[in-house]
């Protein structure tokens, strides 16, 4: 397949993960886990009959460990899916790079470049007009903002944890066992929270197999695939676009309207990350919601 075709395919099927699971209307917690069990079952066969399953100690630690932290970015996110709209939840999520730039700067002490910090600063002030400067000052921030900002903190140590191994390590072979860990850690909290996981409706199944199939399995492989023939730094902008599409989606499914402020902020907090990405998109190989 072409990869910017398999690029543009990628960013379709994931910017439909926030619609599948405001339809769904169900436990979020429940969402996650069948979005990403789903999806590996589908993945088992195939790795089974390529011998996709073969993997170090260490690869196994790492995919097993970021597949832990994504179950916790995708539960977090899709609890915060059900309390705000799904535009500006998703285009929160989408501050992991920002994160990602910060915590490279703190703990491993190294330099993100001017673009990062001017591009860091742009985006702080489209969030402060989103939400609003009010809230903020008086510490009244939206549950499902705070969520979102969790979720895109999940994220960002996810993209650390991962950014390193993908090049030594097929990714159908990484996909299994993330999800793996991703799927078996997911079922320990919905039965420890009592969550009833079996007894949905047909629309629910369909929401559920909807966000297996086409955001979780389709999405990640044709965004990974696309991701080792073009440069990183371009795919990491390009997938900014995923904000625009769940936007336009959620607009005529869901019937969901912007305000002014939410319009502008979040105009302005996609330039912010755009220019981090122009020095910190080569930091991460892979940075999908």
């Known amino acids: 397949m072409n990869p910017k075709l398999s690029l543009v395919i990628g960013i379709l099927c994931i910017s439909f993960s926030p619609i599948f699971v405001k339809l769904a209307g169900v436990s979020p917690l429940g969402a996650a886990?069948?979005?990403?069990?789903i999806a590996w079952l589908c993945l088992v066969p195939y790795c089974i009959a390529a011998k996709k399953l073969k993997i170090n100690k260490k690869q196994l630690i790492i995919a097993l460990t970021a597949g832990v932290v994504f179950a916790l970015d995708v539960a977090v996110w899709n609890i915060s899916l059900l309390k705000i709209s799904a535009t500006v939840s998703t285009l929160i999520a989408n501050l992991a790079p920002v994160w990602v730039g910060l915590f490279t700067f703190l703990l491993l002490k190294k330099s993100s470049g001017i673009l990062f910090w001017i591009g860091t600063l742009i985006a702080i002030?489209?969030?402060i007009i989103l939400v609003g400067y009010q809230h903020i000052l008086h510490l009244e921030l939206n549950t499902g903002i705070l969520l979102a900002?969790?979720?895109?903190l999940f994220y960002a140590a996810y993209i650390m944890i991962t950014r390193n191994i993908m090049a030594g390590i097929d990714v159908f072979t990484f996909m299994f066992y993330s999800m793996l860990g991703a799927s078996a850690f997911l079922l320990l909290v919905n039965l420890f929270m009592g969550n009833d996981i079996i007894d949905y409706s047909p629309r629910v199944?369909?929401?559920f197999v909807g966000m297996g199939l086409i955001c979780q399995l389709t999405g990640w492989l044709t965004i990974n695939y696309s991701l080792r023939y073009l440069e990183s730094t371009k795919v990491a902008i390009t997938l900014l676009s995923q904000t625009v599409f769940a936007g336009l989606l959620a607009a005529f499914i869901l019937n969901e309207r912007l305000g002014a402020n939410e319009i502008i902020g979040s105009v302005i907090v996609l330039g912010g990350i755009a220019?981090?990405?122009l020095k910190a998109g080569n930091q991460s190989n892979k940075i999908v919601s």
């Open 33 to 37: 886990f069948y979005r990403v069990l």
């Open 125 to 127: 002030t489209g969030m």
């Open 149 to 152: 900002i969790l979720a895109s």
């Open 205 to 207: 199944w369909f929401c």
């Open 275 to 277: 220019v981090t990405f």
